[in-house]
């Protein structure tokens, strides 16, 4: 966020959970401290056997080497090794689909509405072809209706890996989830906190290098959705 006069600036933690990233970990980091200079970066490394942690540490962030496997897993343990005394903690995607453009104005929503809780970016509101036609959109479209019905989270993209969640509501949150099903758990989380979730259109990029989220974790995704609606 470019500094305006005398305003209060946010203080920011970023948060990548990787594995095998190295097409797209720089780019990642170099345009969220673009946007967002100064800035934490915390790497949470699943063992790559590729470039990725001599990348981002490269590029100034801190690197914390993953024991266990799993994004939701890769997230507690970030969570418990960032520094939140921040304000805010932003939380993306290493493989670069997420532009780190809309960040400041998810933050801005959140400087200026006390209520909002979390800002997630919203992948499919733009039509385009590479998104709309993929299988993993029809299978968020079922995820979303499902996380409402059983949930009363009513998000339209409740698996977008970008979000800025305010740092304070993550002191108290022991996570559950060691897979995919991360992010649903954070919506739930932070709705039981009394804070209410926006989403804010974004423009979705095709990824650099291999997709990890299979079919199969859908069946985990679901699972996590009944589970929360049961605590």
């Known amino acids: 966020m470019q500094n305006r006069g005398h305003e209060h600036m946010p203080s920011i933690q ?17 345009e969220l401290r673009n946007e967002l200079a ?15 942690v001599e990348i981002a540490k490269n590029m100034g962030a801190d690197i914390l080497l993953q024991e266990e496997i799993g994004k939701g ?3 507690a343990k970030a969570i418990e090794n960032s520094d939140l005394g921040v304000d805010y903690v932003v939380i993306t995607d290493a493989d670069y689909t997420y ?33 709309m036609r993929h299988a993993f959109y029809f299978g968020n479209k079922v995820i979303a209706l499902t996380h409402n019905l059983l949930n ?7 698996l977008t890996g970008l979000r800025v969640v305010r740092a304070h509501v993550l002191r108290n949150w022991t996570v559950k989830s060691k897979g995919f099903d991360i992010e649903v758990e954070l919506n739930h989380h932070v709705a039981r906190q009394g804070y209410t979730i926006m989403e804010l259109p974004i423009k979705y ?6 997709k990890k989220l299979q079919v ?16």
């Open 152 to 158: 009363g989270v009513s998000l339209a993209d409740p």
């Open 38 to 52: 100064p800035l934490r970066v915390l790497v949470v490394d699943g063992r790559s056997t590729d470039r990725t």
């Open 99 to 131: 532009p780190a453009e809309y960040v400041p104005a998810m933050i801005r929503i959140m400087e200026d509405q006390p209520e909002v809780g979390m800002v997630c970016g919203y992948r499919f509101n733009n039509k385009d072809k590479h998104v």
């Open 14 to 30: 970023v948060i990548i959970a990787a594995l095998n990233e190295e097409e797209g970990i720089g780019q990642t980091i170099a």
């Open 205 to 210: 990029r095709q990824r650099l290098g291999q």
């Open 73 to 75: 897993n890769a997230i």
């Open 216 to 231: 199969k974790h859908g069946a985990e995704i679901l699972r996590r959705i009944m589970l929360e609606s049961i605590y």
